[in-house]
């Protein structure tokens, strides 16, 4: 890593909070439309088929744990759910979904989920803006059976990354899916690269137990499950 991008990684992470919430709106005006998007296109099937090989492999693992823990009907919360492309796709196969991101996405996640069939529409839980650690602590504990964290942690700023994790898992009822990427990718606003080591050291509390689903690497997105050690009935 150059001196110049640990800098710049540097002075973002000691940013106060709220000029983090400009700079993220900022960055979201700014992405609407790059490649970076999520187009919302209407096909026959309901949602677009713009399967990215990233929301394929997280819904692969949210339906695995919807067998695992037995549930029909399980709610999920998307912790950092940018345009809502996951939301929707959960919708439609019949979790109950909602989201949170610093930024204001609450007209591209409506836009997404309201391409699924009105009868899936009904499982949109609804969107919440602000960070996380206290859009979570508002919530009643083990509010969520699943909660999902994926490319975020790496966003959060010091300050609150500790209060991040814990209050992903005091909303999980069950378990806590967390993917961060793997290498450095050169980005300032990624503000650190996370070992499994470190993740276990944010992560693992008591009654909590961590499972490695996919480990570190180049181009590869490092996953995490969280689980109760005795999950409340």
């Known amino acids: 890593m150059t001196t110049c991008l640990a800098e710049q990684r540097r002075i973002l992470d000691a940013l106060p909070l709220d000029a983090w919430e400009v700079l993220t709106d900022c960055i979201m005006r700014c992405a609407i439309g790059n490649r970076y998007d999520e ?10 088929v ?8 997280l819904l692969r693992w949210i339906e695995s744990e919807r067998v695992r823990l037995g549930l029909p009907v399980p709610s ?18 019949g979790f109950q979904a909602g989201g ?16 699924v069939s009105p009868y899936t529409r009904e499982n ?16 009643a504990p083990e509010a969520w059976d699943i909660v999902v964290c994926a490319e975020t942690l790496e ?10 994790c814990d209050a992903l898992l005091q909303a999980a009822k069950y378990s806590v ?32 137990w961590m499972t490695v689903l996919q480990e570190p690497g ?6 995490v499950r969280m689980e109760r050690e005795c999950p409340t009935a």
Request: with cysteine; hydrophobic share 40%.
């Open 124 to 139: 949109f839980q609804g969107f919440s803006r602000g960070w996380a650690h206290e859009i979570l602590d508002g919530m």
């Open 177 to 208: 899916l967390v993917e961060v990427p793997g290498w450095d990718d050169g980005s300032a606003l990624h503000l650190r690269v996370f070992t499994v080591a470190e993740l276990e050291n944010l992560l693992v509390r008591t009654g909590w």
């Open 155 to 164: 966003h959060i700023p010091s300050s609150v990354l500790s209060a991040t």
């Open 218 to 223: 180049d181009g590869v997105y490092t996953t």
């Open 39 to 48: 187009p919302v296109e209407h096909r026959p099937e309901g949602i677009h």
């Open 100 to 115: 949170t991101d610093l930024a204001e996405m609450s007209a591209s996640v409506s836009d997404h989920v309201n391409l």
């Open 50 to 57: 713009h399967w990215q090989a990233r929301n394929v492999q």
């Open 76 to 93: 999920v919360l998307d912790v950092g759910c940018w345009q809502g492309k996951l939301i929707a796709d959960l919708c439609q196969r």
